[in-house]
């Protein structure tokens, strides 16, 4: 059984006593509705239902409407009273009504046909079917269709056979099969065949903001907000931008420039630093090798790696040093990264390959590399790190 859908009668009605007719997989079926199902790129509507939540409204193949509700609470026969989400419902009505107009006035005034839409919580995407699209005829959409909301241009359906729909000439091929197609109707602005809610007047729109681009299948996705989410988003912009000048000292005519200069100051005393910990590594590990203990005329060195050094710095200071055994542990975030450097000589000294399971083993460790050098992280501590290490020398 088909719920009847009052919405398409009355899309302002925000409440309704419902039959429950059917219950299928948990979700009511009702004898007429004023929830729309999604559908479309519109999103379905959400309230409650004898004051259980609606989460989802959606139909099936069958064109059934099916109302999703968080608790299975019913039983067929009973009467309930269905309470609108309004907020969200007229977000999405204002939302496809500003579609329509943009994608009719990206058509007439630009060539630019769309190939799909999606309405969101917070934004409006239409993919087009250009490679491209120049920032100016963004913005210059933006302007036209703010202005067809000032105009109060009245928004209507009309039902027509798939023959006199076809004659009118539409920007949009017709989807449904069979006569009794919807049209909707901006007056002087564009007519469409969709299934969706509108406003009736485009006034009810309120504003219309472009937000940004993106590249997708090859086609342009354009970005925009709408009505309330549009004057959140150029709010959310306007304090972001004045926290910035703050930030950098100063106005917004220099804004740009001057977060652009002190972006690549950052980035060269990001570099400076990276150096001298580079410089600091090598000077340290110089150290060690100079003080520590020689087998067979090798220093085999046990470096307890300090916070302030990376094992990245380590590894590049190595090779450094023409023969040298070098057993390097840093504890991060309560795990041990070690390192095993067997330079020249020191080769006969510690043999990886062969000593690598016995290793990883004992501390409970992972990894791996290529001669000279091995790295990888462990469970266990340093101090088992390095005893291992020393037991399993040559």
Known sequence: MHSYPLYYEQPYQKTHTATIVDIIDGNLILDA???????????GDIGTIAGVQLLNTTKDDD????????????HIGQQVNIELDWQHRFHFMQMHTAQHVAS????????I??????????????????????????????????????????????????????????????????????????????????????????????????????KIRGHIRLIFTVGQMARQQIRKAQDAVTELG???SAPLEDLVEVAKASVAQAAQTKSELRRAQ?????????????????????????WNVPQDIDMKDVAQAFPEHEDLLLFAAKMVDGRLLWLVGVQGKASTLFDFNTRKS?????????????????QGSAKADSAVFFSTCKDLMQ
């Not at 509705?33 to 999103?43: A, F, H, K, L, R």
């Not at 059934?64 to 019913?74: M, R, S």
């Not at 016995?358 to 091995?374: H, R, V």
């Open 358 to 374: 016995t290793l990883l083993s004992a501390i409970e460790g992972k990894g791996g590399g290529k001669a000279p050098l091995f």
């Open 278 to 302: 580079q410089a600091i590594a090598s000077l340290q590990l110089s150290s060690l090798v100079a003080h520590a203990p020689l087998v067979a005329s090798i220093p085999v060195v046990y």
């Open 63 to 74: 064109h059934t409407i099916h109302h999703h509700v968080k608790q299975q609470v019913f």
């Open 113 to 214: 046909q769309t190939v799909s839409v999606h309405q969101g919580e917070r934004i409006l995407t239409i993919e087009t079917d250009a490679a491209s699209v120049d920032q100016e005829i963004c913005f210059e959409l933006e302007d036209l269709v703010n202005a067809v909301i000032r105009g109060n241009h009245p928004v209507h359906y009309e039902v027509h056979t798939r023959t006199s729909a076809q004659s009118l000439g539409l920007r949009r091929s017709i989807k449904v099969e069979g006569d009794g197609v919807r049209l909707v109707v901006v007056e002087d602005v564009d007519t469409v065949a969709c299934g969706g809610l509108h406003v009736a007047n485009t006034s009810e729109i309120e504003l219309f903001h472009y937000s940004g681009q993106e």
């Open 33 to 43: 509705t004023i929830c729309y199902p999604e559908g479309g790129g519109q999103s």
């Open 104 to 111: 009719g006035l990206l058509f007439t005034r630009f060539g």
């Open 246 to 248: 703050v930030l950098f």
